[in-house]
């Protein structure tokens, strides 16, 4: 609805395709329809580098924006090396405030595990457990004000008072995004886990994302997901689930030597799952739920 709204305002054409079931016959409308500017999320984007994109043309291509989850790094470059003259917009946004930065094209290269800066008339803070504004570099959830947010939820006014709440400025509503976030000195933001996905082993609190660009450096390695799973011992333990590319050969003691040598030793996964593809929501982001074996 964002895409449709947002071309109609502009000016342009929206062409619809129902999935990406069939990415061949979407790269192949790029080039038939002259498409100007696609949009992703980081499940489109493992699909088409695992295809040889130099048999489409991409003439026309001039931007592509990557939303609802970010993109491991090593998608990022490899994107940038496939597609040069293509510039390509990171993104954060939810649903309850379309989109809350982006890192300029010219910063992808410098920085390929940021999302940016707070957009325009948008006030961005990372708080701590109890809304305070925390130093740069720390940890915390992102909260935002600006004219984007959302009004509430419709008809549920407990989740709206959840969600909408006071924050760093007195007498000011704030969205509480869930998110955990951490910004640096120059104000570019970096998406780290949800609340919810926060990994704490050992005392540790791990991000999922940091264990997930690693996986994905590997050779093989399509797409990876990393959840924390109850261990008998160690009250959770971390569990990672890897998408190979075809005719790809893995042990899991492999994978965990690998990580050994990128990670430190409590981020290292102790379970390793081979599946021909990760679950996906309604929405094409990876379900930790699903993996998690929740409901």
Known sequence: LYQVLMTFFSGGTVILERSMAF????????????????????????????????????????????????????????????????????????????????????????????????????????????????????????????PSVMRGYWEDPDATAKALRTGPIPGKTFLYSGDIFRMDAEGFLYYVSRKDDIIKVGGQRVGPKEIEDVLCHIPGVVAAAVVGVPDPIMGITIKAVLELAAGSQMTAQQVMAYCSEHLEDFMVPRIVEFRESLPTTETGKVSRRALRGEK
Request: net charge neutral; glycine share 8%.
């Open 23 to 146: 990415p061949h016959l979407v790269l192949e409308k790029i080039g038939l329809e002259r498409v100007s500017g696609i949009a992703i999320v980081p499940t489109v984007a493992a699909i088409l580098l695992q295809m040889d994109l130099t048999k489409y043309d991409f003439s026309s291509l001039r931007y592509i924006t990557n939303a609802g989850a970010a993109l491991p790094v090593e998608h990022t470059r490899r994107l940038r090396r496939l597609l040069p003259h293509v510039k390509l917009f990171l993104m954060y946004g939810q649903t309850e405030c379309i989109r809350t930065s982006f890192l300029a094209p010219s910063e992808v290269d410098l920085r390929p595990d940021s999302v940016g800066k707070a957009m325009p008339n948008c006030e961005v803070f990372i708080v701590d457990d109890h809304g305070r504004e925390l130093p740069r570099g720390e940890l915390g959830e992102l909260v935002l004000r600006g």
